[in-house]
C-alpha cells in the first residue's frame, strides 16, 4: 500500500469538498476555490472531517497515481487555507526588482528591463530592492510562475549573480588565474 496514499487528508473548518461526476474535485475555503479533474480509477470519499483516495487494483499505474492524487489533493486543501509562497532573491550590481500595479520590473543587466506580468491568482510582492514574493492558492502555479521569473536570470556559478530562490545554494566555481 502507499504510504502517503493511504493517509487520510484533514479537511479544516470553513474547507468543503466536493466530489462531482468523472472524479473532478471542488475544494472552497477563504482564500479561494479551487477545481481539478483527477484520474477515473482513483476514488475520493469525504467522511466528516477527512478526505480519503483509494485505489481498485495494485497495477503500476493505479499505484503511482494513488500518492500522487492524495498528495494534489491535500495542497489543494493547503491552498484554500494558508496558500503557498515562494521567496526569490535577486543578487548582482545593479540588479533590482520594482512593482507597479500587476507588473513585475526587473532590471536585469540587459539592455532593456524585464517586464512581467501577474498571471491570475498569483501575487507578486516586491521587499526593498532585492527580493521578491510570489504567492498563490494555487502551488503548481506559484512555483511555475517563480521558475519564470529566476529564468530571466538564472544564478551563475562564478560570482553568485541572478536572481537565486531564498533557500537555494549556488555552487560556486573557483575563477581563472593568471599565467607566470
Known amino acids: 500500500m502507499s504510504r502517503i496514499g493511504k493517509m487520510p487528508i ?3 473548518a470553513g474547507v468543503t469538498v466536493t466530489v462531482a461526476e468523472n472524479n473532478k474535485v471542488t475544494v472552497k475555503g477563504p482564500k479561494g476555490t479551487l477545481e481539478r479533474v483527477f484520474p477515473s480509477e482513483m476514488e475520493i470519499k469525504v467522511e ?4 480519503t483516495v483509494s ?8 499505484k503511482s497515481l494513488h500518492g500522487l492524487s492524495r498528495t494534489l489533493l491535500h495542497n489543494m486543501v493547503v491552498g484554500v487555507t494558508d496558500g503557498f509562497e515562494k521567496k526569490l532573491e ?5 540588479y533590482r526588482a520594482a512593482k507597479q500595479g ?3 520590473t ?3 543587466g540587459y539592455s532593456h528591463p524585464v517586464e512581467m506580468e501577474d498571471p491570475e491568482g498569483i501575487e507578486t510582492v516586491v521587499e526593498g530592492q532585492n527580493i521578491i514574493i510570489v504567492k498563490g ?3 503548481e502555479k506559484v512555483g511555475q510562475f517563480a521558475a519564470e521569473i529566476r529564468d530571466k ?3 551563475e556559478p562564478y560570482k553568485g549573480k541572478g536572481i537565486k530562490y531564498a533557500d537555494e545554494t549556488i555552487r560556486r566555481k573557483v575563477g581563472k588565474t593568471g599565467k607566470k
Do not use: H, Q, T, Y
Open 10 to 12: 484533514a479537511i479544516p
Open 48 to 51: 466528516g472531517a477527512e478526505a
Open 55 to 62: 485505489r481498485p487494483n495494485d497495477l503500476k499505474r493505479n
Open 90 to 94: 535577486v543578487n548582482g550590481v545593479g
Open 102 to 104: 500587476k507588473k513585475l
Open 106 to 108: 526587473l532590471s536585469l
Open 137 to 139: 492558492i494555487d502551488k
Open 153 to 155: 536570470r538564472r544564478p
